[in-house]
């Protein structure tokens, strides 16, 4: 299965997008939200990130203090995974777990170190041909 990578760099502000194949996926699989990640795993060299968050397979969002791997059905007073919520109302979501495994669809990663090489190519701008 396919995962979705959303490299955020806090710096610029930009956001870089790739897709990983089956075998590219390995070093992300079992890491937690939180946890950090060598770029030269996923072919940047010299960069440091750290995982954000996610989803799954279904669109169910990753919660950093939902351990484990599969969904779970939580009490939600706040936070991620509910989106408007009145004073003192308590909802029942299910969210995913913490753990990267192979049914996770998308993954957030964070900037945290950046090296040599830019981590977005700049649009040249188009020719006009007359």
Do not use: W
């Not at 089956?22 to 770029?39: A, V, Y």
């Not at 072919?43 to 954000?52: K, V």
């Not at 049914?103 to 188009?126: D, H, S």
């Amino acid at each position: 299965m396919e995962i979705k990578v959303n490299i955020g760099d806090p710096k610029s502000g930009k956001t870089a997008k790739l897709v990983l194949a089956n075998e590219q996926t390995k070093p992300l699989l079992n890491k937690r939200i939180g946890d950090t990640l060598k770029g030269d795993e996923l072919g940047y060299e010299g960069y440091e990130f750290q995982i954000m968050g996610g989803s799954d397979y279904c669109g169910f969002p990753m919660r950093k203090d939902v351990d484990g791997v599969m969904r779970k059905k939580i009490l939600i007073v706040g936070g991620l995974g509910l989106r408007k919520n009145t004073k003192g109302r308590k909802v029942r979501k299910n969210v995913a777990g913490n753990t990267v495994y192979e049914n996770t669809a998308q993954v957030n990663l964070k900037v945290l170190k950046a090296g040599q090489k830019p981590l977005f190519e700049e649009a040249k701008p188009e020719e006009k041909k007359e």
